[in-house]
């Protein structure tokens, strides 16, 4: 071809490209695979950037959906879709849904946005942190009335600060089982809406279900008569019409994201925890089963197989059967969904599970009633027992190995509740929830002997106040410090972290809160020496900034990062503490300077006045080995209020929003590598709808839970 004829092939193309559209020709930029479906979003005013496209599907094992975010252009594109029909629409904020399109994999399909008709329309996509930060919490001068005794409003006279309220409203209390902000929480149910009042109705629904008299005992500690009044006040002002801030659509690396969901468990089931890999190497069970623990709610462990997209399930047992129902049999009250069902039925109480470097699935799990066998007891002539007895565990542990399918006991002495590896000789498995002592599992000893008894160990929390560097006789934690020797504290031991330096870490979750660090020793029930630093206090008790920690996990440095009452993540850096680390005054006030915080980003409640957010993150878990694929050691909250995970990176919050079903929930998460050649689709973080009320969310009585798995992409376009 001659030069002028290539110029004006050129031109024609040009002229031509000039006449079209802005979404046509920014449709020619979008490259579709035969697993693909992918086009171009549009609206009134052109491309629609930032929003979400959502294909789903029930053609498959069980149900599957796959969710990516436009770019600056409009263009999106789902990958790697398994052959299937799929209902393809876009979502975002500004927005409704658009209708439901039919397609299937190898397809171009441009979709029209639809703008919402007005602000109210538009906020029912909004989180339900943005809907939470409505509530207008009790203002300072109210608790300062009720030390005073001249309050007249309800509070309850224990409280002695909207600080320490807020943390009884969030992570200590309401939002460690589920959202408050959610269509089904920002809504009188219609079953209590013939009560003559709001504040009638909401006593009323707190007391449905079997966590019936778990929320009343919550409402007890707000203060019933103004906590009421509260949440009344709330739900009227958004049934009259008020609607929260809008949230920022997806930017920058937020929509490199692809999220892909599938259906598990049952409708009357609950998870709080899944698994996918090791913690200490994520390579470990590749492209693998995910399995998740039910907690209260059923006896049998959900399985994910997420290359057939199936699901199945593994029986549990319980040693003994005397061992009754967790929950108990009968709701408090009747439930506005499920009547006077009692939904909740499992003895085993699988609350964490964890992998091992062999694949089989560690469990917390109640194994046999709570009353120890003789030798946790005083008299034993077990090492622990010796130097302190205990007399009830309510948890225990178990253990299952899909290879053999079979499912082991383990009594402990000592209760459970969370569960991690240390990366030590003995494949040492850490616990929290141990009441006034921390226990574990020498794996390494039990495989080798089967004999749990000797396989097991615990101590009490003893911080070395006498400033000698060892264990010595201690002071109870009623007494005083006695500058001459040791003192035990019952701050409690929560979020269990091995470190790399062989420390164990963990959260305590009381007003202002703390995190512990334990050093075990070469004996650890008689040379475990304990770290408590806790949140800063000014001198008038109020805290510096965060308050209140829930779960949290520690980085390959050293540092431990957990999520706080107060909406912000906050990091613990040992190394910046200034004075003495040990001796009379390092009781948790000692360290200030070794506390960072970072707000979360949602907006902040009304009537809070201090730094922070509504947000209420139930965990902190640390990408320690990138695989997520933006570098390692970066911590993620679980961003229940935002409904996604929340990534702090060079001081920055990114956001993964889970746009569908909305009510998003999480307890935990972890990443795994299946394939480290594959790029960004051979890694991703992995988690699991874990409120306790999944009718509460978008789709209402008859949702299930779901696994997620999160996976960044290099842009938004990518295959």
């Keep these: 071809m001659s030069m002028i004829r290539r110029w004006f092939v050129h031109v024609m193309i040009v002229g031509l490209a000039a006449n079209l559209p802005a979404w046509p020709l920014a449709a020619q930029g979008v490259s579709i695979g035969a697993a693909d479906i992918a086009g171009v979003v549009t609206g009134p005013n052109g491309p629609e950037a930032g929003v979400w496209v959502i294909a789903e599907t029930h053609d498959l094992p069980t ?18 879709l398994p052959k299937a029909t799929y209902a393809v629409w876009v979502r975002g ?66 409280v002695k600060s909207q600080a320490e309220w807020l943390r009884i409203l969030k992570s200590g209390g309401c939002w460690s089982c589920h959202q408050l902000g959610s269509k089904g929480t920002r809504e009188i149910p219609e079953a209590f809406r013939s009560l003559p009042t709001s504040t009638a109705a909401w006593g009323r629904r707190l007391q449905s279900g079997q966590a019936g008299a778990q929320m009343m005992g919550i409402l007890s500690q707000l203060g019933a008569q103004r906590a009421l009044a509260m949440f009344a006040d709330w739900t009227d002002r958004i049934a009259a019409g008020e609607v929260p801030p809008t949230p920022p659509r997806p930017q920058g690396v937020e929509r490199n994201v692809v999220i892909t969901e599938w ?139 899909p290879k053999t399918g079979k499912l082991t006991h383990i009594s402990t002495c000592f209760s459970t509740h969370h569960l991690m590896f240390a990366e030590d000789a003995n494949r040492t498995l850490w616990t929290s929830g141990g009441g006034p002592v921390v226990g574990w599992l020498n794996t390494k000893l039990f495989d080798e002997t089967g004999d749990e008894e000797k396989s ?111 909406g912000h993540l906050a990091s613990f850096d040992r190394r910046k503490c200034k004075g003495p680390l040990n001796g009379p005054k390092a009781t948790g006030q000692h360290c200030p300077e070794g ?50 995970l929340l990534v702090l990176k060079d001081g920055k919050w990114i956001v993964l929003r889970v746009p569908y079903p909305m009510g998003f ?40 839970s779901k696994v997620l798995h999160f996976q960044l992409r290099p842009d938004p376009l990518a295959r």
């Excluded at 149900?63 to 790697?80: A, C, S």
């Excluded at 399109?101 to 989180?127: D, H, M, S």
Aim: hydrophobic share 35%; charged share 20%.
């Design 63 to 80: 149900k599957f959906v796959r969710i990516v975010v436009t770019d600056d252009q409009g263009r999106y594109l789902i990958p790697d």
């Design 93 to 158: 904020y500004g927005l409704v849904d658009s209708p439901h399109l039919q397609a299937a994999p190898g397809k171009t399909l441009n979709l029209t946005a639809v703008i919402a008709p007005n602000p109210r329309a538009a906020a029912q996509y909004y989180p339900a942190g943005y809907w939470f930060s409505l509530i207008h919490v009790p203002d300072k001068r109210e608790f300062a009335a009720t030390a005073s005794g001249s309050d007249p409003g309800g509070m309850a006279p224990n």
């Design 263 to 401: 259906d598990w468990a049952d409708p009357k089931a609950y998870l709080h925890d899944e698994v996918s890999t090791d913690r200490r190497n994520p390579a470990i069970n590749p492209n693998g089963s995910i399995y998740g623990s039910l907690e209260l709610s059923a006896d049998y462990l959900p399985v994910l197989d997420p290359l057939r997209n199936a699901t199945s399930r593994v029986p549990l047992t319980v040693r003994d059967p005397n061992t009754l129902p967790a929950a108990g049999s009968q709701p408090f009250q009747p439930s506005a969904y499920w009547g006077s069902e009692a939904i909740w039925t499992s003895k085993a109480n699988v609350h964490n599970p964890m992998f091992d470097e062999r694949g089989r699935v560690w469990l917390t799990a109640t194994v046999r009633p709570p009353d120890n066998p003789a030798f946790c007891k005083a008299g034993s002539s077990h090492p622990s027992a010796q130097l302190f007895p205990l007399n009830r565990a309510g948890r225990h542990l178990a253990m299952y190995d």
């Design 456 to 566: 097991q160990g615990w101590t009490a929390l003893i911080l070395d106040t006498n400033g000698n560097g060892k264990r010595d006789p201690y002071v109870e934690p009623d007494q005083p410090v006695d500058p001459t020797k040791d003192k035990r504290i019952t701050a409690g031991f929560y979020a269990v972290a091995p470190a790399p330096d062989g420390s164990i870490w963990a959260t305590s979750l009381y007003f202002p809160g703390a995190v512990v660090r334990l050093n075990p020793g070469s004996h650890p029930p008689e040379t475990a020496l304990a770290e408590l630093y806790e949140l800063p206090l000014n001198q008038s008790g109020e805290p510096v900034e965060g308050f209140s920690p829930r779960g949290g996990d520690v980085d390959r440095n050293g540092v431990y990062w957990t999520a706080l009452a107060s």
């Design 595 to 644: 506390w960072t915080f970072y707000p979360e980003p949602l907006p902040q409640l009304q009537g809070v006045s201090t730094l922070g957010s509504a947000e209420a993150s139930y965990y902190t878990w640390v990408d320690q080995f990138g695989t997520l694929g933006l570098g390692a050691n970066l911590p993620i909250d679980t961003g229940n209020g935002s409904e996604g």
């Design 665 to 704: 929930y999480t307890k935990w998460m972890d990443g795994r590598i299946d394939d480290p050649n594959a790029g960004w689709k051979g890694r991703g973080l992995w988690a699991t709808v874990s409120t306790r009320a999944p009718f509460h969310m978008e789709s209402g009585k008859g949702t299930t």
